[in-house]
Every structure is written in structure tokens, then in C-alpha cells.
């Protein structure tokens, strides 16, 4: 079993909607969560982190996490065809332990 | 502008070459990153390194060699040992102990023919 598990899509949303992007994860020593959105041919860009459960709000963007259920959730509202990329979850046991990466999951925002 | 820049953009190499891949930062970050991205995997972990002239393997670092001798500087070679070279080589680089803020460069596409 994988570390961190993403659905690898693709996904396909009408400009507009919320998108509802999801991670799993194994390791219950994770207390910090990332996501990453990468465009195409380009290097991860660090969208949001978390430490331990809970919301993050940041404008259109929602990280959830769910530790009971090893679950990690990235919301998007009112998606952009600018939001179009892969987006990454990671998870770290500390701030100073190595990142674990899922694979991504590619988003497609149609106008 | 402060950022990374990692060159050449790509890098195709015969079968047997060493190559090595350039990645500068001037950002001031103490800690550098070497991943490795493949299709249908997340990044993994070739070689980090906290401080100059220090460095630990990451989870694939066969094949690999890195150097450290400039805070601003970890230039990754992938060797002909390197069984399958052939993806897309990241760079990253944080603050000393915040892994979970890592900054990426622009990424080298390594193709071997």
C-alpha cells in the first residue's frame, strides 16, 4: 500500500463549480498535510498546508483533514480554467521529516 | 526576483553518459531537494541536503550522486548506473527543518536515447 493514495482523474468540471479533490493516506504519524498544484511541464508550486485536523481556508481554496479517517480533502469554488493542473497531496510526520507525495490528480476546468 | 532555477530545461543523454542536472536558489533556504517524478507516481526522494557540504539519500539514491559546496548550489548527477533515467528531475529547497514548505524549481525533462 501506498503511502498517500490520490484518484490520478482525470477530472472534468464546468467552469464554475466546486471541485472536491481527495487524498488518503496510511501513516497515522502524519501531522502536517500539503497540496501542491502543478501545471503542465512545470515544478509543483505549493498551494496550502495544514498541521493536524481541521479547516484552512485561503480565498477560493478549503483544505479539510480528517485524521480519524486518514482522509484529506482540497475544495475549490467558483473553479477557473486557470485551476486546470494536477494537484498534489502530501503528508509529513514532522516539519523536519521528509515529505510523502501522492501521485496527483489531473483537473480539467471547462468554460 | 527571488526563486529556482534549474537548467538545462532538457537534457537528452546517450546510454552509458553521466549527466549532471544545475539547480541554483537564492533564496537564502538552507535545505535542498533532488526528486524524481514519473508518470502515475508521486515525487520521490533522490537526495537532501541541510547545510553545505552535508547531504542524505532519499529513497532512490542508487545511481544518483549529489554535491553540496555552495549554500546556493546542489547540482545532481545521474550516473550510468542509473538503471531507468529517463523523468522529470525536480528541485526543491526550504527553510533549515521546514520540509513541509518546499519551494520547487522550474524542473530538467531527462531523456535517454
Known amino acids: 500500500q501506498k503511502e498517500v493514495e490520490q484518484d490520478p482523474g482525470p477530472l472534468s468540471v464546468p467552469e464554475g463549480a466546486i471541485v472536491s479533490l481527495n487524498c488518503t493516506y496510511s501513516n497515522s504519524a502524519f501531522q502536517y498535510f500539503m497540496w501542491y498544484r502543478q501545471y503542465s511541464r512545470k515544478g509543483p508550486e505549493l498551494l496550502m498546508y495544514?498541521?493536524?485536523?481541521g479547516n484552512k481556508e485561503d480565498g477560493r481554496f478549503t483544505a479539510q483533514v480528517d485524521k480519524s479517517s486518514k482522509y484529506i480533502s482540497l475544495f475549490i469554488r467558483d473553479s477557473q480554467p486557470s485551476d486546470s493542473a494536477t494537484y498534489l497531496c502530501?503528508?509529513?510526520?514532522?516539519?523536519?521529516?521528509?515529505?510523502?507525495f501522492g501521485p496527483g490528480t489531473s483537473l480539467s476546468v471547462i468554460p | 526576483d527571488g526563486g529556482i532555477t534549474q537548467s538545462p530545461k532538457y537534457l537528452f543523454r546517450k546510454e552509458g553518459q553521466n549527466v549532471t542536472l544545475s539547480c541554483e536558489q537564492n533564496l537564502n533556504h538552507d535545505a535542498m531537494y533532488w526528486y524524481r517524478q514519473d508518470p502515475g507516481q508521486g515525487l520521490r526522494l533522490i537526495y537532501y541536503s541541510q547545510i553545505v557540504n552535508d547531504f542524505q539519500k532519499g529513497d532512490i539514491a542508487e545511481g544518483y550522486s549529489v554535491s553540496r559546496e555552495k549554500k546556493e548550489s546542489f547540482p545532481l548527477t545521474v550516473t550510468s548506473a542509473q538503471k531507468n533515467p529517463t523523468a522529470f528531475y525536480l528541485c526543491a529547497s526550504s527553510i533549515m527543518y521546514r520540509h513541509n514548505e518546499q519551494f520547487f524549481g522550474p524542473g530538467t525533462r531527462l531523456t535517454v536515447l
Open positions: 502530501a503528508g509529513g510526520e514532522t516539519s523536519y521529516d521528509k515529505v510523502i
Open positions: 495544514t498541521y493536524s485536523s
